[in-house]
């Protein structure tokens, strides 16, 4: 404050936006905040390649029986890669990717990496007009398919169908030998692309994220240095291919020479979950966080080598936290597709400790900045930028969106770019005293609900540390009188009692920002990358049960039962129903009590409708104001051809007339 008003006095033409409240040290130690030193650049093939080196007798991957040696996956990989080259793949090229999670998926990727070409991961299971879309946007020169999926697919373009006896013979003619830049047409290079991962689009029409080698490297030492895979790790094959979140199990395991552990495409979490990763003793994971929260590590049958677990895509709740840490190492890993599939990862997390998404990796640059883009104190909010060679090129064929969210960093070296990712955190000490960063949750998620700007993260915070919650998620719906509800959904032990989640958060949040109902329910409903399916989440239920033992007993209760009912929108509406838990609000009391007033001859406010809730305690509180009877209900009146002027009607009708050339009250334009 004191600098801003020196600036006041000193130099009064500065502007707002350009008033810088930071001191020089606090401003250089956060614009910005930079991890270690990145290791040396690598591409995505180098990568493969270097990995079959370490032990080419090794098992790289595990699947449906089907167990494959870095020896006889490099140089099957190498074979197909010539195939692929000859149909047109290469460097600066693309091609899709629509195979399921398999030995033949990461066959593929090794093969398609080869040629120098981008792999687009397309799910068949899309919709015929997404992938559609998706094809024709990114503008793949072929496709790489199986038999079970080829009749999924467009003809727009080419498929090579992998278990095809043509293929098969195909493949096999050619060399198996190491693919060099010659077979490739052109030198590979760290900032050609290396997959093309589509996300939603606010249009509405998916967005192609092109990511280039040139963070690959530094996300594998990342990986290295906090999960700590080698070449005895069993790395869980989780994510689905067309989530990035396959390139980190890739690395996770190719990177170090371990084994890659596929999960059958029918697992989506839950017990059968816990029962592959100890059926098949995988130590090393990264599930995302619903479906790491659908699951339950007693369900691990006693297996006690699944020893380190990194879960991401969404907020990790304590609850999460304090389930998943006992017996392993729990680390909560943060990074937009944007900025290659992690650029954040915490400390261990453990029962009662902070969760945080910890400081940027070896190589990447963050900043958080208020919305005049300067850099915000430690503990303030703000938005997340970030910069660093692992930054996307942008989005295919988007250069307006690529504009608006890969913007200049003027924080860093002259040309460097910097990716807005609309998530909302704040910088908070470690227990080392270093900086980590708090996520909050989106810019874009906040919602505003009876004027009060809401960001639904927080209420899951909120939640999330209740003893009996292992989950939540809450979001706006739209409630039986027509406006924007708080619903919070829950997952956690069998006693939950959404009365006492809602007095607990009474506690803890403003009034505003409690839901208006909590939903229990029994599983996390899972999108296909193992995010939270919104859509699947059930409808919440506002109407009372018909119950006769809560029927109004006097004419005053059914006048103020029949008053909720109607301004909530509802059939029924019990005389020991809470207004606020069926759906009320501040604003609907208003409503209510204006009802009540006018049928019954009453004048209370609305103060009485917060500390009587039911139609009965209300009723009884009513006695006490009024002498008369209940007005009778309206009845349809036949309205006459011409309907006499309102007092004010009238009085603008004479100022018209005493002088018909004033403007007065004449809206010539809106």
């Known amino acids: 404050m004191g600098r801003a008003l020196d600036l006041i006095a000193t130099a009064p033409d500065t502007t707002v936006a350009s008033v810088r409240l930071l001191g020089d040290d606090e401003f250089r130690a956060l614009a910005p905040v930079r991890g270690d030193r990145a290791p040396a650049i690598r591409t995505l093939a180098a990568i493969f390649t270097d990995a079959a080196a370490l032990d080419p007798d090794a098992v790289a991957v595990e699947g449906a029986g089907r167990t494959t040696s870095y020896r006889d996956l490099d140089e099957a990989s190498n074979r197909l890669a010539r195939v692929l080259i000859a149909r047109g793949a290469g460097p600066e090229s693309s091609v899709a990717l629509a195979i399921p999670r398999s030995v033949d998926s990461v066959l593929a990727v090794w093969a398609i990496t080869k040629t120098g070409a981008a ?14 879309d998706m094809i024709a946007d990114s503008g793949v020169a072929l496709g790489v398919t199986l038999t079970p999926q080829r009749e999924q697919l467009p003809g727009t373009v080419p ?9 098969i013979a195909t493949v096999e003619q050619q060399s198996s030998g190491v693919v060099g830049d010659a077979e490739r047409g052109r030198p590979l290079r760290a900032d050609h692309p290396a997959y093309v991962i589509y996300t939603s689009g606010s249009t509405g029409v998916p967005k192609g994220v092109v990511v280039p080698h040139r963070g690959l490297a530094a996300l594998a030492a990342a990986q290295a240095a906090t999960l700590g895979s080698g070449r005895h790790s069993r790395v869980l094959h989780f994510s689905s291919p067309s989530f990035d979140g396959s390139v980190f199990d890739y690395l996770l395991a190719f990177g170090r020479g371990a084994t890659l552990v596929i999960c059958p495409p029918t697992v989506v979490g839950g017990t059968e979950l816990s029962r592959f990763v100890a059926a098949e003793r995988v130590t090393h994971a990264f599930v995302p966080t619903a479906a790491l929260a659908s699951a339950d590590p007693d369900d691990l049958d006693g297996y006690d080598g699944f020893g380190e677990v990194l879960v991401g895509g969404e907020a990790c709740p304590p609850g999460l936290v304090t389930r998943w840490s006992r017996g392993r190492t729990l680390w909560n890993g943060y990074g937009p597709t944007e900025t290659t599939a992690m650029c954040n990862v915490s400390g261990p997390l453990g029962r009662g400790s902070t969760v945080t998404i910890g400081g940027p990796i070896a190589g990447a640059e963050e900043v958080v900045l208020d919305v005049r883009l300067q850099p915000v104190p430690d503990g303030v909010p703000g938005e997340l930028y970030i910069a660093g060679p692992g930054l996307a090129r942008g989005y295919h064929r988007r250069p307006g969106l690529t504009a608006l969210c890969f913007v200049a960093a003027p924080y860093g070296p002259v040309g460097g770019r910097m990716y807005r990712t609309g998530d909302i955190v704040r910088w908070i000490a470690d227990s080392s005293g270093g900086r980590v960063l708090e996520y909050l949750g989106r810019a874009d998620f906040q919602v505003k609900v009876r004027g009060f700007r809401i960001e639904p993260g927080e209420i ?12 939540a998620a809450t979001l706006t719906r739209t409630g039986p009188a027509g406006d924007l509800i708080l619903v919070s959904y829950v997952v956690g032990s069998p006693d939950l009692a959404p009365a006492r989640l809602s007095a607990y958060l009474a506690e803890r949040l403003p009034a505003y920002m409690v839901p208006t109902t909590i939903v229990p329910i029994d599983r996390i409903p899972l999108t296909s990358v193992g995010k939270l399916d919104r859509t699947a989440l059930p409808a919440p239920r506002f109407d009372s049960a018909a119950d006769t033992a809560h029927r109004p007993t006097s004419p005053v209760e059914e006048t103020v039962a029949n008053a909720f009912a109607a301004v909530l929108g509802l059939e029924h509406v019990g005389v020991d129903d809470n207004f606020f838990a069926v759906g009320g609000n501040s604003l609907t009391a208003t409503r209510v009590v204006a009802r009540v007033n006018s049928t019954l001859h009453t004048h209370i406010d609305v103060r009485a409708l917060f500390e009587d809730r039911t139609p009965r305690v209300l009723s009884t509180h009513l006695d006490h104001h009024s002498d008369e009877a209940p007005l009778p209900a309206p009845t349809p009146w036949n309205q006459p051809e011409f309907v006499p002027l309102s007092p004010a009607q009238q009085r603008i009708w004479f100022l018209n007339q005493y002088d018909t050339t004033t403007p007065t009250y004449n809206i010539p334009l809106t």
């Open 460 to 471: 899951d915070a909120a939640l999330g540390a209740h003893p009996d919650v292992d989950y």
């Open 119 to 132: 792999f687009v991961p397309i799910d068949a299971g899309y919709p015929a007009v997404r992938i559609a």
């Open 159 to 167: 498929w090579l169908v992998l278990d095809d006896t043509e293929t």
